[in-house]
């Protein structure tokens, strides 16, 4: 039962290179999200998803692009990554059920030099 | 936009002894989920307890148990006979419609044996 997998677990990238977070699921959610997790702040919503082909933005879209092809995968993408990128990014599924659990990956931090 | 504050960036604890971890939040919703999330120091996040607002009764879980003070938008968490395995990060969490989640700050809390 693997649940939420994200890759990779760290990730070091220089001012201005693209690269993709990946995230899989196998628990068959409709609805999937990226959050960042910078110190003092908690957790933040940057895009999500209620389903494949359906994306909106979160409260810190800015930087970040995402796709829904599948229910089963949601990448997240940095097209040119900034120092103010560097956090820690956590993706989570649940069912689109009002108040369900969501369940998180175990996080990829990432560093922007 | 709904907030999510929690004041106490630190606290500490006895082994086996009781804790309370504070949270107050803002929302111009009559109805809404609240939660705790722990995230010990492997980065996992780990659903703790739930509670809806329209439900009177106080949510518990084992040793965690909540004092939910609707009127004056507060959510406290209890942790009874507290453990070494107790220790981690912990977020006060609150979803309005829909499953977008709004995090607090956090709260580090040390279990001293």
């Known amino acids: 039962n693997a649940g939420v997998t994200q890759t990779p677990k760290f990730q070091v990238l220089k001012t201005g290179q693209s690269m993709t977070l990946q995230c899989a699921q196998d628990?068959?959610?409709?609805?999937m999200s990226w959050y960042r997790q910078d110190p003092g702040m908690g957790l933040r919503l940057i895009h999500y998803?209620?389903?494949?082909?359906?994306?909106d933005q979160g409260e810190v879209p800015n930087g970040y692009n995402v796709s829904r092809s599948t229910t089963e995968d949601f990448p997240l993408r940095l097209l040119s990554a900034a120092p103010s990128q560097t956090s820690v990014y956590f993706c989570?599924?649940?069912?689109?059920?009002?108040?369900?659990?969501?369940?998180f990956g175990q996080g990829t931090r990432l560093t922007v030099v | 936009a709904q907030t999510v504050t929690q004041s106490q960036p630190e606290m500490s604890v006895q082994e086996a002894e009781t804790v309370t971890l504070s949270c107050t939040y803002d929302?111009?919703?009559?109805?809404?989920?609240l939660f705790w999330y722990k995230q010990p120091p492997s980065r996992q996040m780990i659903l703790v307890i739930r509670?809806?607002?329209?439900?009177?009764q106080n949510a518990t879980e084992n040793r965690f148990s909540v004092n939910f003070q609707k009127a004056a938008k507060s959510f406290s968490l209890k942790i009874s006979d507290s453990q070494l395995g107790d220790a981690a990060m912990y977020f006060c969490?609150?979803?309005?419609?829909?499953?977008?989640?709004?995090f607090g700050a956090g709260t580090i809390l040390r279990v001293k044996s």
């Open positions: 989570a599924s649940s069912l689109n059920i009002w108040g369900t659990e969501a369940f």
């Open positions: 628990m068959n959610h409709e609805y």
């Open positions: 998803s209620v389903g494949a082909g359906i994306t």
């Open positions: 929302t111009s919703e009559s109805d809404y989920y």
């Open positions: 509670q809806e607002a329209y439900k009177q």
């Open positions: 969490v609150s979803m309005e419609y829909g499953n977008k989640l709004v």
